[in-house]
Structure formats: structure tokens, C-alpha cells
């Protein structure tokens, strides 16, 4: 296999040989966080206090073993150490973690590529890294020839230092988090070890984000005690909840959640099945294997198999390393067409008794990791809500938004008012405030903006300041640009009125995005208490047309840079109008990345 180890803190965890083999004790120092996420649901989180290190370590390989090695953490400073930090390292243990080769950064953002052994640099410094900004670091160490070791070190996928060292080792763990006991405030997520074997993932692991399915009903068998809600917790609860079986060739297949975070065309990267297991005795346990379909009755791929040692609950395998067991590229089977959304959304995951012994094997916890790259920017949902009247406008989030998603909301009220955002703790960012241009007729409207990030709302609330008809209109928009949002901001610059009821159409300005892919969004608006739902732009996907204040929006992608056009919105009835055009910025569009200028507890290994 090539794809060695991934995690992305899925699992909830921070005690020892769950999802990872060993961390520094005493947290906060290091913890899960749902505050500050780049994919899924949960990261890592390093805050050394200046009296302690904070650091997370995992094994991969089963002995120190020469090869090329490729490795990925997604970085994100909250804080900066006040002098030069490792946060990063490959390394073996002797006695204690030795560390080989690292990743340091400075006191001004400057990320250095270290030969540990023997104390020295490799290469130039990067460029400054920025606070509040995810980066793919990635490195490659290549012990084939110890004395001749070749390192290369990257920062969203382009190198800034690589050199060749010499090495006594070679390595077969690695350690995420602040080293020393300088006070700073670090985030990993979506972190993955690949070598050079195989055909799939057998070299720079590259973008990629990290999710579980978690099972949520039953699937093709159901013969092992108890059924998946035994087996569906995000962090295992061993003897809590659990499945067992000794009985030859007993299966059991559980339907998976869809991947509500993943558009249709986001690329698969690899899949693997995880478990959480032990066995009854402390010998002789029964032995299984773990499976995976694509589909109802599908082509079944399984493991090899696996044997517990003994009573201990343990994650993946019965010996360390615990990398996954079942990991595929493709669909099961012989087949090579690679993973989609819809066989995601249709998958079955499981396990069957392969062989019986004195004592029956234990299943506390199934799940299967996916990690994926996004194609791009792309409307992932929207919701709308309206009222006849009131003060208290709300909409609740766009099916499946999640966090990192961008969401943007129309808010439309009638009279000269005023619109307030009322989300406390999680505002939104007003992109145009009360536009009233109609006096005569008077309604306003206003455009807000978000990213979201781990514990925002359910529900997005505003308040209008008159008692009155409101309509509201919410659009969630997956992996939107780290940067910019918006290849062509709202602004009333764009906007189109007409203060009579002389038609039932208006035009949005045309507007002229600057990068490709943009995609281009046009509001309607409409002043008629009585109308009914607004119609958008031909060739353009409504994205809602809520009632009581009409309003409408909807979306294009824009291939190429170039002019819009005005484009036409329609109500059902001639009344005032309000237009407004802009573009979000799509993530694909961005330049390629350069270097920015810009006390241990191991258990179990």
C-alpha cells in the first residue's frame, strides 16, 4: 500500500493509542478543537504554556526501514512562539523520541527545514507565514543511502528548502506540535504518511481533506450480536457498546452516512475502513476481516485478516503499527474506476468472522475515513425563510454546511428600515447595509457574509427595525478561497433600482469578473407584498425565491474572466425592483502557490 496513515482528529480523542499512539500529558497543552477546523469535524491543537512542550506522536512503521517517504500536515498558527520552535519532526525512538529531520518556525513566521541530528539547517528560510491561514507542509525523506539522505520541504505544494544530509537512521514515527516549552498556539489537521509502493498515493500525498462516515442503519447482513448502533460512535467507547461473533462467516454490513461535505465532483484520494477492536480472551480469539461495497449487493473488498491478541481494545490492527487494514483507491474489486460521491452515498462498511477460536472477537466502533480534494468552489445549498410580518428574521443553514464553508445571506425588508445582524458571538460580516434606494415605495436590503468555522449556529438570525414583511435567502458555498471571498464584492456600485411599478423586470448590472470560474450571483427584488416567487436570469440556477417581500438569487459560473452582461430578473406582478450583481471568488482559480514571503506519555508502542 502507499497511503501508510491518516488522521484528521476524527475520532475525538486525545488519550493514548486511540487514533494516536501517544501525545504530550496534561491538556490543555494538547487538545481537540472544533473551534478551528479545516475539514470533518475535529483538529489537533498545540498550546504550549511555557512550562511544558505540547506534542502528538504516531508510529507507522513496524521498525526503522530505509525508503522514500512522503509526509502532509495541514498548519495553522493561532500564535506565534516568542523564539525558534519545532513543530514538526520525523524520528525514531531510542530510549526517547529522537528527532531526525523537522519542521521550526520562527518568532517571525519563518518556517525552516532542520537536520536534527546534527543540528544544522537545510536550505533557506520560507517567506512569512500569516496568523489565521491554513498551509500544507509536506516533506519527503529519502533514506535509501543514509549518508546521502535526500530531504525536500513544501509549503502548498512548492518547495522552499531540500538538500541532501547524512544520516545515522532511518525513521518509522513522526511528532505534530510545539517541542519546547515556548508559549505559542498551533492547529493540525488532515495529516497523511505515504511511501513509494503501489500504484495510488506513492508519492507527494498533496491536497486532501479528511472526514468519517459513521454507520446509520443496517445494510446487506446483520448476524453479529447487537446491530450498528453499537458500532457508531465517533469516539469508541470499547466495552460500552459493542458487536461479537464466533461463528464462522457471520457478516455484518451497516449503511454509512452520505458525505454531506463532499460536491459531486470533488476527487476521492482513498478510503479506508477503521475499527476499534479486542478480543474476549486473553488468547485465542476468533479472527475477521473488515469489508467494504459501494453499493447495495455490490462487489465485496475485504481485509486480511485480523486477530486480537488478547483483551485490550486497540485501533486497526492487533500490533503496532496501527495503520488501517483495508485501504482502497478504486471500487472494490478488480475494478479501477475511482471513488465518487453517489458510491459514497450508497456504500456499505462491515466486518465477517473469518475464523473461530476459544474465544469470540469484538466490535466497538466501524467507521471509514475518506480523504478527499475539492474540485473548487461550488454552491453546495441554500434555505430561505419569510414572514408577513414581525421583527425576527431568520433562516436556518444550508443543508450540509460545514466548517470552512462560506455562507452568504439576502436579507429583504419592506419599508425604509434598517437590518441588524443578531448572531452574537458568530456575526456575520455586513457586505451592503440598508439599501433603500425606492423612497417612494421604500423596502431595504442588505448582503452578509461568513466563513464557518466548528460550533456556529444552526441558525442564522437578523432583525428587521420596523415591524414588517422580511424575506431572507441563505447560500452556503463549499471551499470557497482561503483569501479573497469575493472576485467582485457586492457593492451598491452594482446595483440596479427602479422606484415604480412601470414593469415587472430589472436588470442586474453586468460586472466583469477578474479570475477564471468565478461564480457570478445576481439578487432580485421585489417590493409587492402580494407577488409570488421571483424568477431568475435565464441559464442561471435559482438558488431560492422566497415570498411575502419577493426576493430571488441565483448563480452562474463564470468560465473565463470576462463581462457578465446585465442579466434579467423577473416578478410576478410590475412593482419596485431592486438588482445587485457580484462574483465568489473560485478557490481554483487562485495563482499557484509559492513559498510564502509572506513530557511524553507512549503507551502501547
Not at 525536500?152 to 525513521?171: E, H, M, Y
Not at 487494514?325 to 462491515?350: E, N
Not at 431592486?578 to 495563482?591: D, E, H, R
Request: net charge negative; proline share 4%.
Amino acid at each position: 500500500m502507499a497511503r501508510l496513515w491518516s488522521s484528521g482528529a476524527e475520532l475525538n480523542t486525545n488519550s493514548s493509542s486511540i487514533e494516536v499512539n501517544g501525545f504530550t500529558t496534561g491538556a490543555p497543552e494538547t487538545a481537540i478543537t472544533t473551534s478551528k477546523v479545516r475539514s470533518g469535524n475535529y483538529a489537533y491543537r498545540s498550546t504550549p504554556t511555557g512550562s511544558s512542550s505540547a506534542v502528538y506522536q504516531n508510529v507507522y512503521l513496524s521498525a526503522v526501514t530505509q525508503g522514500v517517504y512522503y509526509y502532509r500536515w495541514y498548519f495553522y498558527i493561532v500564535t506565534l512562539p516568542a523564539s525558534t520552535q519545532t513543530i514538526l519532526s520525523v524520528g525514531r525512538f531510542n530510549g526517547g523520541y529522537e528527532r531526525d529531520m523537522s519542521f521550526r518556525i520562527t518568532s517571525a513566521g519563518l518556517l525552516q527545514l532542520y537536520n536534527s541530528e546534527d543540528a544544522a539547517q537545510v536550505g533557506s528560510d520560507s517567506s512569512a507565514l500569516s496568523t489565521a491561514t491554513w498551509y500544507r507542509l509536506e516533506m519527503q525523506v529519502d533514506t535509501t543511502t543514509l549518508a546521502t539522505t535526500a530531504v525536500d520541504a513544501r509549503i502548498d505544494g512548492v518547495s522552499f528548502a531540500s538538500g541532501t544530509v547524512n544520516l545515522a537512521n532511518a525513521q518509522d514515527r513522526f511528532e505534530w506540535g510545539a517541542s519546547s516549552a515556548v508559549a505559542a498556539d498551533y492547529v493540525f489537521d488532515d495529516m497523511a504518511v505515504n511511501n513509494t509502493s503501489g500504484s495510488f498515493q506513492n508519492s507527494w500525498p498533496g491536497e486532501g481533506k479528511i472526514i468519517h462516515l459513521k454507520p446509520n442503519a443496517a445494510g446487506d447482513n446483520s448476524a453479529w450480536t447487537n446491530d450498528y448502533l453499537n458500532v457508531d460512535e465517533v469516539t469508541p467507547d470499547n466495552a460500552t457498546t459493542l458487536v461479537s461473533s464466533n461463528t464462522l462467516d457471520q457478516i455484518d454490513d451497516h449503511d454509512i452516512e452520505a458525505p454531506i461535505s463532499l460536491a459531486p465532483s470533488d476527487t476521492i484520494n482513498v478510503v479506508q475502513v477503521g475499527v476499534r477492536f479486542n478480543g474476549v480472551g486473553a488468547s485465542a480469539n476468533a479472527s475477521f476481516v473488515l469489508r467494504i461495497k459501494a453499493s447495495v449487493g455490490g462487489t465485496v473488498e475485504e481485509s486480511s485478516a485480523i486477530t486480537p491478541s488478547n483483551a485490550t481494545w486497540v485501533t486497526n490492527a492487533a500490533a503496532t503499527p496501527r495503520n488501517y487494514s483495508l485501504t482502497l483507491y478504486d471500487l472494490p474489486g478488480a475494478s479501477t474506476t475511482a471513488w465518487t460521491k453517489a458510491d459514497l452515498d450508497t456504500a456499505q462498511i462491515g466486518y465477517r468472522l473469518s475464523a473461530t477460536s476459544t474465544n469470540a472477537a469484538q466490535v466497538s466502533t466501524l467507521w471509514l475515513l475518506v480523504d478527499y480534494t475539492s474540485a473548487g468552489t461550488a454552491v453546495r445549498a441554500s434555505s430561505s425563510n419569510s414572514a408577513s410580518t414581525g421583527t425576527a428574521i431568520s433562516v436556518t443553514a444550508p443543508t450540509g454546511t460545514t466548517t470552512g464553508d462560506l455562507v452568504v445571506i439576502s436579507v429583504h425588508g419592506n419599508g425604509q428600515t434598517t437590518i441588524v445582524d443578531n448572531n452574537g458571538a458568530t456575526p456575520f460580516t455586513a457586505d451592503i447595509s440598508d439599501y433603500a434606494p425606492n423612497t417612494t415605495s421604500g423596502h431595504t436590503v442588505s448582503i452578509y457574509s461568513r466563513r464557518i468555522i466548528g460550533g456556529d449556529p444552526a441558525t442564522y438570525n437578523f432583525t428587521l427595525g420596523t415591524t414588517n414583511r422580511w424575506s431572507i435567502d441563505a447560500v452556503t458555498f463549499s471551499d470557497p478561497d482561503t483569501v479573497t471571498i469575493y472576485d467582485v464584492a457586492p457593492s451598491t456600485g452594482n446595483a440596479a433600482n427602479r422606484d415604480d411599478s412601470s414593469a415587472a423586470t430589472i436588470n442586474a448590472p453586468t460586472i466583469t469578473t477578474t479570475t477564471s470560474d468565478a461564480i457570478h450571483v445576481v439578487c432580485g427584488y421585489s417590493d409587492d407584498g402580494g407577488g409570488g416567487a421571483m424568477t431568475p436570469p435565464s441559464e442561471y440556477a435559482g438558488q431560492g425565491a422566497p415570498v411575502n417581500e419577493p426576493q430571488t438569487v441565483s448563480t452562474k459560473t463564470i468560465a473565463s474572466a470576462s463581462a457578465t452582461g446585465a442579466q434579467t430578473v423577473t416578478a410576478t406582478t410590475s412593482s419596485p425592483m431592486i438588482a445587485l450583481s457580484f462574483a465568489v471568488k473560485n478557490k481554483t482559480a487562485t495563482a499557484p502557490a509559492t513559498a510564502k514571503a509572506s513530557t511524553m506519555l507512549m503507551m502501547g508502542i
